[in-house]
């Protein structure tokens, strides 16, 4: 069996191990635009601030495709797929596969910005963006951030870290809109104050002046000025979805999959970021760009690639992350509680925030700030659909845990391996 | 980290101030010494505490006790994983007094508190003279040599119950127990002891072929397989009494009176009535299992005979009827009025046995040793020409495989160990049996103490005694030049006595020591 | 593969399985030692190491950390710690391969790696990841400490906990095939 997979990050990297695990002799080619080793994007900005050392950004050993006996085709691009042929082509050559992955991340989204077009400004996806952007802050003084996601937050405190002056603009009214609740980013706006980092929400840059195709300063929507001698464009990420879109292969935000990953086209699999998958909260299929889904994905592809048929209940949107001395652990749908029951527990000179959202005795949004200890049951309530009403008043205690679950899910959890 | 905010440790820490009612505590009585310097912090003891004695003070970042509330029942001692804890006497006491002793002064206190009875544990701790232990055991020299038990066989074997009164063709067959060494388990009722305890014993009866009782407390379904290897009781409660709990057992026992309180009736409050009690004693959840101090149905030797023969119908005849009884002034005479009755066992308990809860008056001052009332039934029984038709079982106070050996010789068939049961599973003897909350999950139904004892770590421990004991019982048998316990029974020469009067002697029916 | 499995009926809530881990994974396996001193070599922004337990306390510096935790609810409770999965969540969730699933099919984190980003503790369905904040990778304020799970106990053959426990409500078996 050939298998080829378009892509070298998480769901690559799960895919490989899968398909080496299930099948000793499967031929494995990898191909991307990247030239590096398989390496993690969500490490740059460490990686940036010089917090790290670079091999901490690898995912694994150098003898990685070694051990795996995988023909890597780093630094090229994939131009077409031809699913009739059965044949991937990167412009100078055509690779024949029997089945292929598509696992091509997502790519920047660049809006349209007065100025933009005259200067030069840094997207924040890659490990030879955060390198040219590493270079590139030498001598510079005040950099801006366009967009509080999850990207640009981190781009932003990485870059104060290096001593630079640094804004965020953010057209929403909090940081991280997608991620976080008003408590919990308003938390977080609080902690990045702290450290120095000016966050304008709810404005944008109407106009990037610039002198000989350097930004000089923006002028915001809201009529105030920022000085600005580096501009980093971190609004958002699409899935990446031109190569199956070109194929005929069925998209909407991202390329559509069912719970085996397996597309529209036959023996076309595609997970990670440019994946569009089905939901486990809602049922629906959407796409959820964070490392365990498109790990987990990538996992269940390379196995269904390699003929042994696993299924992907559905995904649960999840994340963690620390800004300043705060962390932050979201499950589920955090912002939407309408007819819900929100369950919510305050205790701010510790910085200390947990809310639960329950629709029909089901947890549909679970997060927690600051006090993140055994989280993770939430997730197991949330992805196995557990009713919650029984033991509704204890989800907020910081005792609680395992003890607190009914007998049998507790039996289930630690009397058998998992 | 918890605040384990009791009561006391909050007047220990100056947090409250204290209340009339909790003055009589300003005298502990022991002291639990810390190594401060060896102490973790690990918070094990507190944990472990089940007397609200040890406490943690997350200002201080230390454990401190309220020594008041100590019993020295040893449990945070056990579990130290630094050997940081040990218990000492608190200070002088009372001024030196053998009249007004630390003791007697604090249970007038206690009282004067609470105008209660003073309830208490385990068995009789006065110091009474122990004639077990004035007693000697002989041994052969020269001319009558001793046998060497690794090397010969030697009979433990006992048959309990009744015996023919002459060999006849075929001979005549009454339904005796057969216990592999003459060492049986007390009647100690579930609820009075947790369940794992009582399971414990039940395995420990059928591993070494001998018997567990299971007081009067009914038998918990999941302990129904061990039915051949208990005895079962019925008490004036009638506690868990149907056909099938009596037909499952080796033999039924009727509880008439129990050492170490003749005369009264047990009493398991409320509080012990958990689900798993309730259901094995047929009572409602949560109310209070008394026991009525006679049997209501028995006010005779004849309607004694009515529930013998009751239960024996009801067995059809195939299993053994006991009657136990607490050794009292003129044991003997009930006991002759009981095997005529027809029982086929009679217990005699001696008021050193223990109990889950009873008044300490009644423990204290009620009843007479058994060693005594031993000798005077065996004799009584035999004078009557009757002694064959019942065996006798000795109960109350044995304490060692010597105790065995000196009460065959004084008679008995066989032996009731409760206590010795207990201290073999971990009990330290703290005598708080009756506050239902028993740190070493023994005599405890709580759901967070009683896990502290498991079955099978009792079962194995209760095993290894009765194999000592039974090994001890060998030897000493061959150094006597026997070769079976039936060979003892009964045999006052084997026995002297030890610092006793002509009168004593003369009621224990063996000689003085050199003569 | 054998795992640790509790057995809470037995569970006496005496926490000796997590004071065992402790000393297992201290340098001197003596418990005085790791608690009073070892505990306190802290690897704090200064790199200072505070030998005084009443400095120790007033600087906050963290008692030391059990792999494996017993949880309570009322009269009921459990030890529990990494059940050490086939497919691991945590694995799947590192965010810099850090964890791997080892030979003998342990967990494990390549400790000098780890940048303690939480994703593991978010990701872990039992709740058996920690944080052990005397070590870190990332020198900054934002980041400190590492992933902090149970071993098994690599240099002893039972591990600790299982040892320990007086009333065996933990025993280390091969559940596979049930």
Same mark, same amino acid.
């Given at each position: 069996?050939?298998? %080829?997979?378009?892509?070298?990050?998480?769901?690559?990297?799960? &895919?490989?191990? &899968?398909?080496?695990?299930?099948?000793?002799?499967?031929?494995?080619?990898?191909?991307?635009?990247?030239?590096?080793?398989?390496?993690?994007?969500?490490?740059?900005?460490?990686?940036?601030?010089?917090?790290?050392?670079?091999?901490?950004?690898?995912?694994?050993?150098?003898?990685?495709?070694?051990?795996?006996?995988?023909?890597?085709?780093?630094?090229?691009?994939?131009?077409?797929?031809?699913?009739?042929?059965?044949?991937?082509?990167?412009?100078?050559?055509?690779?024949?596969?029997?089945?292929?992955?598509? &696992?091509?991340?997502?790519?920047?989204? %660049?809006?349209?910005?007065?100025?933009?077009?005259? %200067?030069?400004?840094?997207?924040?996806?890659?490990?030879?963006?955060?390198?040219?952007?590493?270079?590139?802050?030498?001598?510079?003084?005040?950099?801006?951030?366009?967009?509080?996601?999850?990207?640009?937050?981190?781009?932003?405190?990485?870059?104060?870290?290096?001593?630079?002056?640094?804004?965020?603009?953010?057209?929403?009214?909090?940081?991280?809109?997608?991620a976080l609740d008003t408590e919990s980013s308003q938390t977080i706006a609080k902690e990045l104050a702290d450290e120095g980092i000016a966050v304008h929400t709810g404005d944008t840059i109407d106009l990037i002046i610039s002198s000989d195709g350097h930004p000089t300063e923006c002028k915001l929507r809201s009529g105030g000025t920022i000085p600005c001698d580096l501009l980093v464009i971190a609004v958002g990420v699409r899935p990446n979805i031109d190569l199956a879109k070109d194929a005929g292969i069925t998209t909407d935000r991202g390329i559509v999959v069912n719970e085996h990953m397996e597309t529209s086209a036959e023996h076309i699999y595609a997970a990670g970021d440019c994946a569009q998958g089905p939901e486990i909260v809602t049922g629906i299929t959407m796409p959820i760009p964070v490392i365990p889904v498109a790990s987990t994905?990538?996992?269940?592809?390379?196995?269904?690639?390699?003929?042994?048929?696993?299924?992907?209940?559905?995904?649960?949107?999840?994340?963690?992350?620390?800004?300043?001395?705060?962390?932050?652990?979201?499950?589920?749908?955090?912002?939407?509680?309408?007819?819900?029951?929100?369950?919510?527990?305050?205790?701010?000179?510790?910085?200390?925030?947990?809310?639960?959202?329950?629709?029909?005795?089901?947890?549909?949004?679970?997060?927690?700030?600051?006090?993140?200890?055994?989280?993770?049951?939430?997730?197991?309530?949330?992805?196995?659909?557990?009713?919650?009403?029984?033991?509704?008043?204890?989800?907020?205690?910081?005792?609680?845990? %395992?003890?607190?679950?009914?007998?049998?899910?507790?039996?289930?959890?630690?009397?058998?391996?998992? | 980290?918890?605040?384990?905010? !009791?009561?006391?440790?909050?007047?220990?820490?100056?947090?409250?101030? +204290?209340?009339?009612?909790?003055?009589?505590?300003?005298? +502990?009585?022991?002291?639990?010494?810390?190594?401060?310097?060896?102490?973790?912090?690990?918070?094990?003891?507190?944990?472990?505490?089940?007397?609200?004695?040890?406490?943690?003070? $997350?200002?201080?970042?230390?454990?401190?006790?309220?020594?008041?509330?100590?019993?020295?029942?040893?449990?945070?001692?056990?579990?130290? $994983?630094?050997?940081?804890?040990?218990?000492?006497?608190?200070?002088?006491?009372?001024?030196?007094?053998?009249?007004?002793?630390?003791?007697?002064?604090?249970?007038?206190?206690?009282?004067?508190?609470?105008?209660?009875?003073?309830?208490?544990?385990?068995?009789?701790?006065?110091?009474?003279?122990?004639?077990?232990?004035?007693?000697?055991?002989?041994?052969?020299?020269?001319?009558?040599?001793?046998?060497?038990?690794?090397?010969?066989?030697?009979?433990?074997?006992?048959?309990?119950?009744?015996?023919?009164?002459?060999?006849?063709?075929?001979?005549?067959?009454?339904?005796?127990?057969?216990?592999?060494?003459?060492?049986?388990?007390?009647?100690?009722?579930?609820?009075?002891?947790?369940?794992?305890?009582?399971?414990?014993?039940?395995?420990?009866?059928?591993?070494?072929?001998?018997?567990?009782?299971?007081?009067?407390?009914?038998?918990?379904?999941?302990?129904?397989?061990?039915?051949?290897?208990?005895?079962?009781?019925?008490?004036?409660?009638?506690?868990?009494?149907?056909?099938?709990?009596?037909?499952?057992?080796?033999?039924?026992?009727?509880?008439?009176?129990?050492?170490?309180?003749?005369?009264?009736?047990?009493?398991?409050?409320? #509080?012990?009535?958990?689900?798993?009690?309730?259901?094995?004693?047929?009572?409602?959840?949560?109310?209070?299992?008394?026991?009525?101090?006679?049997?209501?149905?028995?006010?005779?030797? !004849?309607?004694?005979?009515?529930?013998?023969?009751?239960?024996?119908?009801?067995? !059809?005849?195939?299993?053994?009827?006991?009657?136990?009884?607490?050794?009292?002034?003129?044991?003997?005479?009930?006991?002759?009025?009981?095997?005529?009755?027809?029982?086929?066992?009679?217990?005699?308990?001696?008021?050193?046995?223990?109990?889950?809860?009873?008044?300490?008056?009644?423990?204290?001052?009620?009843?007479?040793?058994? !060693?005594?009332?031993?000798?005077?039934?065996?004799?009584?029984?035999?004078?009557?020409?009757?002694?064959?038709?019942?065996?006798?079982?000795?109960?109350?106070?044995?304490?060692?495989?010597?105790?065995?050996?000196?009460?065959?010789?004084?008679?008995?068939?066989?032996?009731?160990?409760?206590?010795?049961?207990?201290?073999?599973?971990?009990?330290?003897?703290?005598?708080?049996?009756?506050?239902?909350?028993?740190?070493?999950?023994?005599?405890?139904?709580?759901?967070?103490?009683?896990?502290?004892?498991?079955? #099978?770590?009792?079962?194995?421990?209760?095993?290894?005694?009765?194999?000592?004991?039974?090994?001890?019982?060998? #030897?000493?048998?061959?150094?006597?030049?026997?070769?079976?316990?039936?060979?003892?029974?009964?045999?006052?020469?084997?026995?002297?006595?030890?610092?006793?009067?002509?009168?004593?002697?003369?009621?224990?029916?063996?000689?003085?020591?050199?003569? | 593969?054998?795992?640790?499995?509790?057995?809470?009926?037995?569970?006496?809530?005496?926490?000796?399985?997590?004071?065992?881990?402790?000393?297992?994974?201290?340098?001197?396996?003596?418990?005085?030692?790791?608690?009073? =001193?070892?505990?306190?070599?802290?690897?704090?922004?200064?790199?200072?190491?505070?030998?005084?337990? *009443?400095?120790?306390?007033?600087?906050?510096?963290?008692?030391?950390?059990?792999?494996?935790?017993?949880?309570?609810?009322?009269?009921?409770?459990?030890?529990?710690?990494?059940?050490?999965?086939?497919?691991?969540?945590?694995?799947?969730?590192?965010?810099?391969?850090?964890?791997?699933?080892?030979?003998?099919?342990? =967990?494990? =984190?390549?400790?000098?790696?780890?940048?303690?980003?939480?994703?593991?503790?978010?990701?872990?369905?039992?709740?058996?990841?920690?944080?052990?904040?005397?070590?870190?990778?990332?020198? *900054?304020?934002?980041?400190?400490?590492?992933?902090?799970?149970?071993?098994?106990?690599?240099?002893?053959?039972?591990? *600790?906990?299982?040892? =320990?426990?007086?009333?065996?409500?933990?025993?280390?078996?091969?559940?596979?095939?049930?």
């Amino acid at each position: 069996m050939n298998h %080829v997979i378009i892509g070298n990050s998480f769901a690559a990297l799960f &895919a490989v191990e &899968a398909i080496r695990r299930t099948d000793q002799d499967a031929e494995i080619t990898v191909i991307s635009r990247e030239p590096q080793h398989v390496y993690s994007r969500a490490m740059i900005h460490e990686m940036l601030a010089g917090m790290v050392r670079e091999p901490m950004v690898y995912l694994r050993d150098w003898d990685f495709y070694k051990r795996m006996r995988v023909r890597t085709m780093l630094g090229r691009t994939v131009t077409r797929i031809n699913p009739g042929l059965h044949t991937v082509s990167t412009g100078e050559d055509e690779t024949p596969y029997d089945r292929l992955l598509i &696992a091509t991340g997502g790519k920047p989204f %660049v809006p349209p910005l007065n100025g933009l077009q005259d %200067v030069a400004y840094h997207s924040f996806i890659t490990l030879e963006d955060a390198k040219k952007l590493k270079a590139a802050c030498e001598g510079r003084r005040n950099a801006v951030v366009l967009g509080a996601g999850l990207i640009g937050l981190q781009c932003a405190e990485a870059l104060r870290h290096m001593g630079l002056d640094v804004a965020v603009v953010e057209m929403a009214d909090t940081v991280l809109p997608m991620a976080l609740d008003t408590e919990s980013s308003q938390t977080i706006a609080k902690e990045l104050a702290d450290e120095g980092i000016a966050v304008h929400t709810g404005d944008t840059i109407d106009l990037i002046i610039s002198s000989d195709g350097h930004p000089t300063e923006c002028k915001l929507r809201s009529g105030g000025t920022i000085p600005c001698d580096l501009l980093v464009i971190a609004v958002g990420v699409r899935p990446n979805i031109d190569l199956a879109k070109d194929a005929g292969i069925t998209t909407d935000r991202g390329i559509v999959v069912n719970e085996h990953m397996e597309t529209s086209a036959e023996h076309i699999y595609a997970a990670g970021d440019c994946a569009q998958g089905p939901e486990i909260v809602t049922g629906i299929t959407m796409p959820i760009p964070v490392i365990p889904v498109a790990s987990t994905q990538g996992m269940i592809a390379g196995y269904n690639m390699a003929g042994k048929r696993r299924r992907y209940g559905g995904a649960l949107a999840l994340n963690a992350m620390q800004f300043g001395g705060v962390q932050v652990i979201s499950y589920g749908f955090v912002k939407d509680e309408r007819d819900g029951e929100v369950l919510k527990y305050v205790d701010p000179p510790r910085k200390i925030y947990r809310k639960v959202i329950i629709k029909n005795g089901r947890i549909t949004g679970a997060i927690f700030v600051k006090d993140v200890d055994r989280a993770g049951i939430f997730r197991h309530l949330m992805e196995k659909r557990i009713d919650v009403t029984p033991f509704k008043e204890h989800l907020l205690s910081p005792h609680f845990g %395992v003890a607190h679950l009914p007998a049998e899910i507790r039996a289930d959890m630690f009397t058998r391996p998992q | 980290m918890e605040y384990y905010e !009791e009561p006391n440790a909050r007047v220990a820490l100056g947090l409250r101030r +204290p209340e009339p009612g909790d003055w009589y505590h300003g005298y +502990p009585e022991y002291h639990v010494e810390r190594d401060d310097d060896k102490c973790i912090r690990c918070l094990v003891c507190v944990r472990q505490c089940p007397y609200d004695c040890t406490f943690y003070d $997350p200002y201080r970042h230390g454990v401190y006790n309220v020594h008041e509330n100590c019993v020295n029942c040893r449990r945070c001692e056990f579990m130290c $994983p630094t050997s940081a804890i040990r218990m000492t006497k608190w200070g002088a006491g009372f001024r030196d007094n053998d009249n007004w002793k630390q003791k007697t002064i604090r249970t007038v206190y206690k009282q004067a508190d609470s105008g209660a009875v003073s309830l208490t544990g385990l068995g009789n701790d006065r110091e009474y003279v122990s004639y077990f232990d004035r007693m000697v055991i002989d041994a052969s020299q020269v001319t009558n040599p001793s046998i060497d038990p690794l090397r010969e066989p030697m009979e433990l074997r006992a048959y309990i119950g009744k015996k023919p009164e002459r060999h006849t063709n075929p001979p005549e067959v009454y339904p005796n127990l057969k216990a592999e060494l003459p060492v049986i388990f007390a009647p100690m009722s579930f609820g009075a002891i947790s369940f794992n305890f009582q399971r414990g014993l039940a395995m420990a009866a059928k591993e070494a072929g001998t018997y567990f009782n299971t007081g009067e407390g009914g038998l918990h379904p999941d302990l129904r397989q061990y039915g051949d290897h208990a005895i079962v009781q019925i008490a004036s409660g009638r506690f868990g009494v149907s056909l099938d709990y009596l037909s499952n057992a080796a033999a039924c026992e009727i509880k008439i009176g129990q050492g170490a309180k003749p005369g009264i009736g047990g009493h398991l409050p409320g #509080e012990k009535v958990t689900w798993d009690v309730s259901r094995t004693r047929m009572i409602p959840e949560g109310s209070d299992a008394l026991s009525p101090a006679p049997q209501h149905d028995i006010y005779s030797i !004849e309607d004694l005979r009515l529930l013998i023969y009751g239960l024996k119908e009801a067995t !059809e005849y195939t299993r053994p009827v006991s009657v136990k009884i607490a050794a009292v002034h003129n044991v003997a005479a009930i006991a002759s009025g009981i095997v005529r009755a027809g029982a086929d066992i009679v217990v005699v308990d001696g008021f050193r046995g223990g109990t889950g809860a009873a008044p300490a008056v009644i423990r204290d001052h009620v009843g007479i040793p058994v !060693e005594v009332a031993l000798a005077q039934v065996d004799q009584r029984l035999r004078e009557e020409g009757i002694r064959h038709q019942a065996s006798l079982i000795a109960a109350g106070g044995i304490r060692s495989s010597a105790d065995v050996i000196k009460g065959l010789a004084l008679g008995a068939d066989a032996f009731y160990i409760g206590t010795a049961a207990m201290v073999a599973v971990g009990c330290t003897a703290c005598q708080q049996c009756h506050r239902g909350r028993c740190s070493w999950g023994i005599t405890t139904n709580r759901p967070d103490l009683a896990p502290r004892l498991q079955p #099978e770590v009792a079962a194995e421990r209760l095993t290894n005694l009765l194999h000592g004991w039974a090994h001890e019982i060998k #030897e000493m048998l061959g150094m006597m030049g026997l070769n079976s316990i039936e060979s003892l029974r009964g045999n006052r020469l084997k026995l002297r006595g030890v610092g006793m009067t002509q009168v004593e002697l003369d009621t224990l029916g063996i000689q003085q020591a050199g003569l | 593969m054998k795992r640790v499995y509790p057995r809470e009926e037995r569970c006496i809530n005496c926490h000796l399985c997590e004071v065992a881990c402790i000393v297992e994974h201290s340098e001197t396996k003596l418990p005085s030692a790791a608690y009073h =001193v070892e505990g306190l070599r802290f690897n704090r922004e200064d790199s200072r190491t505070i030998c005084d337990p *009443a400095e120790a306390r007033a600087a906050g510096v963290p008692k030391p950390l059990n792999r494996t935790l017993v949880q309570t609810a009322g009269y009921l409770s459990l030890s529990t710690n990494c059940r050490h999965c086939e497919e691991p969540d945590c694995v799947l969730a590192c965010k810099n391969g850090s964890l791997y699933v080892a030979e003998d099919g342990r =967990v494990l =984190v390549q400790e000098d790696k780890c940048v303690g980003c939480w994703m593991c503790v978010m990701a872990c369905r039992y709740g058996a990841i920690s944080r052990n904040p005397a070590r870190s990778n990332v020198p *900054a304020v934002a980041f400190n400490g590492i992933n902090h799970h149970c071993d098994l106990c690599p240099e002893r053959e039972l591990p *600790a906990c299982v040892w =320990v426990c007086p009333t065996n409500a933990l025993v280390f078996e091969d559940r596979d095939d049930q």
